[in-house]
């Protein structure tokens, strides 16, 4: 996990870049969150480097995108990786939809990743929920 502070929107763009999903809050084990990049002392003062502010600057400004993507928690997600995300969010809600309907029965989902560290393949298998 990354162990840095940031206290500038700057930093907050540029990490948001390297990391492609930043939630507000911790959501996604080893990886970082908003508030625990950020010093305490900056949320909520209504100033430059309150991040709260940044969540709704960051889109505006083109860097990022902000949704309530995944568990409905507040994410910002790269200008580069979400195109992947929206495709990925429009295949489960189609997908869901169909089950719904008896048009689909899914017993798994392997799913199959590179660790950027090590360059290792991970897979895991994902039953439906």
Do not use: C
């Amino acid at each position: 996990m990354i162990q840095i502070k940031i206290s500038i929107y700057k930093e907050a763009a540029q990490l948001i870049n390297e990391v492609g999903i930043l939630p507000l809050a911790p959501l996604i084990p080893n990886h970082p969150s908003l508030y625990e990049i950020t010093f305490g002392d900056q949320w909520l003062t209504g100033t430059e480097t309150d991040p709260w502010l940044w969540r709704t600057r960051l889109p505006s400004d083109g860097a990022a995108a902000y949704g309530k993507f995944i568990k409905k928690k507040p994410i910002l997600i790269s200008r580069e990786l979400f195109p992947w995300v929206k495709v990925i969010l429009v295949i489960r809600t189609t997908t869901i939809k169909k089950k719904k309907n008896g048009d689909l029965f899914i017993n798994g989902v392997q799913l199959s990743f590179l660790d950027s560290d090590s360059g290792a393949k991970l897979e895991r298998f994902v039953k439906p929920v």
